[in-house]
């Protein structure tokens, strides 16, 4: 098992036995932190997919960047997580919600189109979805990770439209 697996797995845990937080925010805290762990989870899983099938030395540095940033912000929101006591998923679970998040093959189009164009719709979707907790947590934590995680967000918006319009 890998070291980011092993962090997640044991984060989960560990946060488990936090169940007493039962309030509708800290619920909702704890959903919002799955939610955004199983789509970072996809996003690395898609990338490193991409970084093996794809032949542009382009792709390849895009899944590299992707991969390493959204390791780094699964890895905070673990620490968050464990910081608060939240209730997470158990890894199992979070991975599943990935594998559903996963981008599928389009018809017509090759790997790296079809990579492309999913990255610059799940980026965009993770920076609104990032941007409106940021807006309306007062959890300082939160507030933190999305300051830290939303430019790195940005960036690979912009290298996903780049790529898409290579493509």
Do not use: C, W
Not at 25 to 41: C, N, R, T, W
Not at 62 to 69: L, S, W
Not at 123 to 146: G, R
């Amino acid at each position: 098992m890998n070291r980011m697996a092993t962090r997640i797995r044991n984060a989960s845990f560990a946060t488990l036995l936090g169940l007493f937080a039962s309030s509708a925010f800290a619920q909702s805290l704890a959903e919002f932190i799955d939610e955004v762990s199983a789509k970072g989870m996809a996003d690395i899983e898609a990338s490193r997919l991409a970084h093996q099938k794809s032949e542009s030395r382009e792709v390849k540095d895009y899944t590299i960047v992707v991969i390493n940033d959204r390791t780094t912000a699964n890895q905070h929101l673990a620490k968050i997580a464990r910081q608060l006591d939240l209730p997470v998923a158990p890894r199992e679970e979070v991975v599943e919600k990935a594998k559903a998040l996963m981008p599928q093959a389009m018809d017509g189009v090759t790997f790296d189109e079809a990579y492309a164009a999913s990255q610059v719709k799940t980026t965009q979707e993770a920076i609104d979805q990032l941007q409106q907790e940021a807006q309306t947590t007062d959890v300082p934590q939160i507030k933190a990770f999305a300051e830290e995680t939303l430019p790195k967000l940005q960036n690979h918006l912009q290298m996903a439209k780049a790529l898409q319009a290579k493509s």
